[in-house]
């Protein structure tokens, strides 16, 4: 990890998360002497840097897990006076620009809206950050977890290849005479590592049910349940090492298969072991996972993958003579989201949907909940998130609209909706044979392809 990030990480987890106002001004003083000492030192520039991304987390959503139940306001303007001072004091007028800048974005989020309004209990639903990249900017306005997957960790290595390399060679210094696949398997582990040390803070506040990062098994053992429990006992084994904790803040992404269920039965029965069930599209998924998760603490995560639902539907629906395809793919979206979240109601079951793949801002809008007893989650890239903040948007609780009849006549139509909808009619024996499954994990696997095929380019 990074000088600058354990600097950065341990700071903020001093200051931004302190639980009281003696200990916050007395770290804040603490930074400001390291600070002037680094400038004195040559090292102006990075002092500048970290008191500037500091001063932002401090007018962030990050307060909300400690630092605002602990610590009044007249004491939080008075740390953020200290900092800004200091910031001027060492000639940082661009840095402080800089800054003043991202807090009015912050300050305008919609996002932040959600997370507020979560916090003020007008609704219940947390959202994460759906890529291994830009979690600073998503944890500052109100991101209270992160998720990986093949794909992620691909674009990961294309976002930061030096860092990426770097990681590469610590494995190879760490594991001799190992294969493509193993090398990866632990470089994975690296990555999301350096994505949940920053969650800790979070994880801790939340007594570990949030500040979770989640990584997904190789997605080639999608129909070997042994392979799934290996990878994954060896990852918690490698997590702990990492991050130096007994418990350390992952869950394991399992794809929502028959070999996965079987898989999870053996690794529940592990009490640290937490999983979520991803490449999930329908209610017969769903409802396969049920009881097995029930009750289970700290929760499980059940997902709900929106945007290739549509991408199969709108063709069928085109071919049907449809003209409103866009409405009817949004409403058989709605529809199987509606079912999944009122079957766990129904149930008791505090496993939590998670919505993923959204697209949409109506597919962010869908996971809204006002159901205190059943908080809702999702995740969205930070793309997403600046472009859903570049307006005020509506957060109004749709998930529990009725669907007219006349509608479902049309949805009906769909397969891909029936075999969504109906649990029934999902092929849960020949789960391959569902387009938008068959699609993602082919995705998973070309991903996961192209990181073994590069492997020599960072050696």
């Given at each position: 990890m990074k000088q600058w990030d354990i600097n950065w990480n341990m700071y903020r987890s001093k200051i931004v998360f302190a639980d009281n106002a003696a200990s916050f001004l007395?770290?804040?003083e603490e930074l400001v002497a390291n600070a002037e000492h680094m400038q004195s030192g040559g090292e102006g520039k990075y002092a500048l840097e970290l008191l500037s991304e500091l001063l932002i987390d401090l007018n962030s959503m990050l307060t909300r897990w400690t630092l605002d139940k602990n610590v009044g306001l007249e004491t939080k303007r008075e740390g953020d006076c200290k900092i800004r001072s200091a910031i001027l004091s060492m000639g940082g007028e661009g840095y402080l620009a800089y800054a003043d800048k991202e807090i009015d974005s912050i300050k305008k989020s919609q996002f932040g809206r959600i997370a507020d309004a979560t916090d003020k209990g007008r609704m219940y639903t947390y959202w994460g950050n759906d890529l291994c990249t830009g979690v600073d900017f998503s944890l500052r306005r109100g991101a209270s977890f992160t998720t990986s997957n093949p794909s992620k960790i691909n674009l990961f290595r294309k976002a930061?290849?030096?860092?990426?390399?770097?990681?590469?060679?610590?494995?190879?210094?760490?594991?001799?005479?190992?294969s493509k696949e193993q090398l990866l398997s632990y470089l994975t582990v690296k990555v999301v590592s350096q994505v949940a040390r920053k969650l800790i803070p979070i994880n801790k506040a939340t007594n570990g049910k949030f500040g979770v990062s989640f990584t997904q098994v190789d997605p080639s053992t999608w129909n070997n349940a042994k392979a799934m429990v290996d990878e994954v006992r060896l990852w918690y084994s490698e997590f702990q090492k990492e991050m130096c904790c007994e418990r350390p803040n992952v869950v394991f992404k399992v794809p929502a298969t028959p070999a996965a269920k079987e898989a999870a039965k053996e690794l529940l029965k592990d009490d640290y072991i937490r999983l979520t069930f991803t490449s999930n599209f329908a209610?017969?998924?769903h409802k396969q996972f049920l009881e097995l998760i029930n009750k289970r603490q700290p929760n499980c995560f059940l997902v709900l993958v929106d945007c290739h639902l549509r991408k199969f539907a709108k063709p069928e629906f085109e071919s049907l003579g449809i003209t409103d395809t866009d409405y009817y793919c949004e409403k058989l979206v709605s529809a199987v989201y509606q079912k999944c979240y009122q079957q766990l109601l129904d149930c008791g079951s505090d496993a939590m949907v998670n919505g993923a793949g959204l697209r949409e801002e109506v597919g962010i809008q869908l996971c809204l909940?006002?159901?205190?007893?059943?908080?809702?989650?999702f995740t969205v890239t930070p793309s997403l998130v600046a472009d859903y903040d570049s307006k005020e948007r509506c957060q109004e609780i749709i998930w529990d609209k009725t669907i007219s009849e006349a509608d479902f006549d049309v949805l009906n139509k769909s397969s891909v909706f029936r075999r969504a909808y109906y649990a029934d009619e999902f092929p849960w024996d020949d789960i391959q044979s569902f387009e938008p499954y068959a699609f993602m994990m082919e995705g998973f696997m070309t991903a996961r392809q192209e990181c073994l095929d590069t492997i020599s380019d960072y050696q």
């Open positions: 007395s770290e804040i930061e290849p030096e860092q990426y390399g770097i990681y590469l060679k610590e494995v190879l210094e760490e594991h001799k005479d190992i209610v017969g998924q909940t006002d159901k205190n007893d059943h908080p809702t989650t």
